[in-house]
Structures are given as structure tokens and as C-alpha cells.
């Protein structure tokens, strides 16, 4: 079935409860947030957090993005896109344009697509060679070993939705004026070469999922549900991580950790 098989089935739950599951997590997540920010609790900067996210297109991880951090202040989250690298940071190694962006101690970033695109789009469209996306691999892993190793909480998500609900929501884009600008002829053509982008996710996956850099799959087909889970899993990783280290999260230990 692979990694990807368990994130097809229908999700069985009410838009309601889905908001109101939403709505607790990102009051536990505000919380978390504010204790490693250093702002409640003991009053010291706690470690770095990345969210990370990949996925289909049309695949919501904006509408997630847009969930995690909406209670949280604007000053304490960066979010940072990435698309294409620029034909200047085409000069350096493919991991230097996301080093700037990386949270300090306290701080937290959100990365809508990240160095991830190497072992994906520039492996099925031809812009890696096949020795560059191989090599990687151990690549990433080393790099993501290397800042865990230094603290930081590392989250990542690949967003996982349906060709069927995928071209639903393409054909939606296309027919409102004001969100037709997310759909491009890419990704049409991207749509056109999903069995090898497939190929490429399991590798992905298979290859880059270790103990303190986990993936977590999320099925997308449905928004509501999609949301609160990622919102759930950035809590649940968070005080379990947080705990390990000896932090007393007090109240926070009362609103359970719902895991999906």
C-alpha cells in the first residue's frame, strides 16, 4: 500500500466537531507557542520549532498554514514560501537559499515547500541530475540531523489529496476570478505525471523519515479534518518533545493530545 495508501480513505467526522477540535489545538497551540517564546511559564526561550510542508497541489497546505498560526501573534511566526530557486541561488548548493530563514532559539517558522523540492520536482522534471536528487537524500537527513541535534523541533507534513478531489478543486480555481491565479498550466502538467511523482513521495518518505524528522501523511480530501490535524500533531510533537526536556507545561497537560 505504501505510505500514501492509508491517507486515501474517507474521514468520517462533522464539519462541527472538526471546528471545534481546530479551535482547541490552536489554543494549545498559543500556549505552546508563548512558553517557548519565552513570554509565560519560566520566561526563557525554548527551542527553535520548524513546521514543514509539502504536498500535492491543491492539496491545502495554505488553508492549513493559514489555520496553525492564525492565533498566534504575527511577530512570533515567520511563514516563508519557496517556488523555483532564483538563477542566482542556482550558483550554490541547493541547501543554502533555507538557511535564512531557519528559526533561532524561541522562535518558529513555517515553510510552505521546502528543500524537499530536490527529490521531487527536480527529480521528475529533469532539473536534478539523477546523481544530484540520489545524493540528497543523505543530504537532507544529515541536514536535518544536524540542526535536531542542536534542538531544534523539526514537524514535517506532506498533504496528501485524491487525483479525483485534486482535479475537483483545479476545476473550482479555474472557474472563480479571484482564485484562478493559484492554477497554472504547471500544474496541469504536473497532474499529467502523478505515478512518477508517487514513485517519488514513497522514496521521499521511505528514505527521509527518521526518529526526531518524522513525516506525517495527512489525508486532504477533507479540509476541515486536514486542518485540525495538523494542528493536533504540531501540539502532540511539541509537549511530547517539550516534556523529554523537562518542561512543565502545567494546564497544558489537561487538554489531552488527540493524535490522528
Known amino acids: 500500500m505504501g505510505h500514501l495508501g492509508s491517507a486515501t480513505a474517507p474521514v468520517d467526522i462533522s464539519k462541527k ?29 525554548g527551542p527553535p520549532l520548524c513546521v514543514l510542508f509539502e504536498g500535492w497541489d491543491a492539496s491545502g497546505k495554505g488553508g492549513a498554514i493559514k489555520r496553525l498560526v492564525s492565533m498566534i501573534d504575527p511577530r512570533h511566526v515567520r511563514v516563508s514560501q519557496f517556488a523555483a530557486p532564483t538563477y542566482d541561488e542556482k ?8 538557511w535564512s530563514v531557519l528559526p533561532g532559539n524561541g522562535g518558529m517558522t513555517v515553510l510552505d515547500r521546502s528543500w524537499y523540492g530536490r527529490v521531487l520536482v527536480e527529480r521528475v522534471e529533469g532539473f536534478a541530475t539523477t546523481e544530484q536528487w540520489k545524493r540528497a537524500y543523505d543530504e537532507i537527513v544529515e541536514f536535518e540531523r544536524t540542526l ?18 485534486q482535479l475537483r478543486r483545479f476545476e473550482s480555481r479555474k472557474n472563480d476570478p479571484l482564485r484562478s491565479w493559484k492554477l497554472t498550466d504547471e500544474d496541469w502538467r504536473n497532474r499529467e505525471k502523478r505515478p512518477q511523482y508517487e514513485a517519488a513521495i514513497e522514496d521521499m ?23 485540525l490535524a495538523v494542528a493536533e500533531h504540531v501540539c502532540h510533537v511539541l509537549e511530547t518533545r517539550l516534556k523529554k526536556r523537562g518542561y512543565d507545561l502545567g494546564p497544558a497537560d489537561q487538554l489531552g493530545n488527540p493524535h490522528p
Do not use: C, N
Not at 535536531?148 to 478531489?165: D, N, Q, R, Y
Not at 518518505?205 to 486542518?227: L, Q
Open 17 to 45: 466537531k472538526a471546528e471545534e477540535r481546530l479551535a482547541a489545538a490552536q489554543e494549545r497551540l498559543l500556549r505552546l507557542r508563548l512558553l517557548l517564546g519565552g513570554q509565560i511559564g519560566e520566561k526563557e526561550i
Open 91 to 98: 550558483r550554490h548548493h541547493f541547501l543554502q537559499r533555507f
Open 148 to 165: 535536531t541535534a542542536e534542538g531544534m523541533i523539526l514537524v514535517k507534513f506532506w498533504m496528501h489529496v485524491s487525483p479525483e478531489e
Open 205 to 227: 518518505i521511505e528514505r527521509t523519515d527518521r526518529p526526531r524528522a518524522r513525516w506525517k501523511v495527512v489525508p486532504g480530501d477533507s479540509k476541515p479534518y486536514a486542518r
